[in-house]
């Protein structure tokens, strides 16, 4: 399955009361990636998420986890900057990022002022198409999910 890019203005007035719904244009680049986008000139604000089929129910067989390692040292590393330097970036111009992996899904999302926009995406595309996977942030991030999964039996909602 192709993945899918969602570009999303938030969709609040000022006062704020929800806007009427507005429906998404969908369009499908050239390479089969679809990209939708929702326009609202309330707020100057925009997000951008990259949102992929691939979630940790498609972790290969006897490798649990792998998505969620994978999607936590994401952000450590990229386009030769390390985690702080790309923190520094996107809080500077106060953005946020957002990664997340759920059974069906995975996505990387960032948010902000439009003005600052090709700056924020810039960082965005660097850590979606460049990230570089430190070994020492990839062996700090395993190890604290391996202890987090030795806690599993701690936990009464997993045990349910």
């Known amino acids: 399955m192709m993945p899918l890019i969602a570009v999303v203005s938030l969709l609040l007035g000022s006062s704020g009361a929800r806007a009427a719904p507005v429906e998404p244009v969908i369009e499908r680049l050239s390479n089969g990636i679809e990209v939708a986008w929702f326009e609202s ?37 990229a386009a030769g900057r390390n985690a702080q330097a790309i923190a520094r970036s996107l809080e500077r111009l106060g953005s946020g990022l957002d990664i997340r992996v759920g059974e069906d899904f995975s996505m990387v999302g ?37 202890e987090r999964w030795t806690h599993l039996p701690d936990s009464t909602e997993s045990l349910a």
Do not use: C, N
């Not at 995406?121 to 700090?140: M, Y």
């Open 41 to 77: 000139q309330r707020l100057p604000l925009f997000d951008l998420v990259y949102v992929s089929r691939t979630g940790s129910k498609h972790d290969p067989l006897g490798r649990s986890g792998a998505l969620e390692l994978y999607a936590a040292t994401l952000p450590r590393g």
């Open 110 to 146: 960032v948010h902000g002022l439009t003005e600052d926009m090709d700056a924020i995406a810039s960082t965005w595309v660097e850590i979606l198409l460049r990230p570089d996977f430190p070994a020492k942030e990839l062996e700090r991030e395993r190890a604290r999910l391996m």
